[in-house]
């Protein structure tokens, strides 16, 4: 017979999350590794650099190890483990962005691209809008939070949600149709 963590994987999530809120440091081994990639993408879509958006996501992880006491029902952890990503992709943004509100600035980058010749898709798309917009679009299109959920995770107000979520999608596809009308050149 083998050792009580050799079965974590087959184990449902929420009785893997009760063994690691009880101080169960292998359970918890076993949450990071089911929700590592989720996170790591998470933050990627938000971060222009792959290397920070990894630390980014290690900070998660550490912050949820220190809280997971706190969590009051283990099912929720999901929802509990996607608000802390969010807050400390926040924290980073305010520690680190001098230009936050800078909507003026990024239209500006946009127009200036004469050319779109390298390839585009949609995660460079992603990184011409501001932060807080880049957010806001990320949560409500690849999380699926209605606004309402994205208004209270990131303490902006309802109407603020909505507007950075309406005038980004207009802004990417705006960027990305400019990236489909590039002619395509054939090399003979």
């Known amino acids: 017979m083998g050792n009580a963590q050799e079965f974590y994987p087959d184990c449902p999530e929420a009785y893997v999350v009760g063994l690691a809120r009880s101080g169960d440091a292998l359970a918890f081994a076993d949450l990071v ?14 971060c222009k650099d792959e290397a920070l958006a990894d630390d980014l996501a290690q900070q998660v992880f ?51 691209q004469e050319s779109p010749g390298i390839k585009m898709d949609l995660d460079h798309a992603l990184q011409m809008l ?36 309406n005038r980004g999608t207009k802004k990417l596809k705006d960027i990305l149709t400019a990236y489909e009308q590039e002619p395509i050149e054939v090399k003979s």
């Not at 943004?93 to 980058?109: G, H, I, P, Q, V």
């Not at 917009?133 to 299109?141: F, G």
């Not at 999380?143 to 603020?160: F, K, R, V, Y």
Request: hydrophobic share 40%; aromatic share 6%.
């Open 33 to 46: 590794r089911r929700r590592q990639s989720w996170i790591r993408n998470l933050m990627r879509r938000n």
């Open 62 to 112: 550490l912050k949820a190890w220190t809280n997971i006491h706190a969590l009051k029902q283990a099912g929720a952890f999901p929802g509990w483990l996607k608000k802390l990503a969010i807050s400390v992709w926040l924290l980073h943004l305010r520690k680190n962005d001098a230009l936050r509100n800078s909507d003026e600035l990024m239209d500006e980058d946009i127009q200036q």
């Open 130 to 165: 501001s932060p807080i917009v880049r957010s806001c679009i990320v949560l409500s299109y690849h999380e699926g939070m209605t606004h309402q959920e994205i208004s209270d995770a990131i303490d902006l107000p309802l109407g603020t949600v909505k507007s950075h979520i």
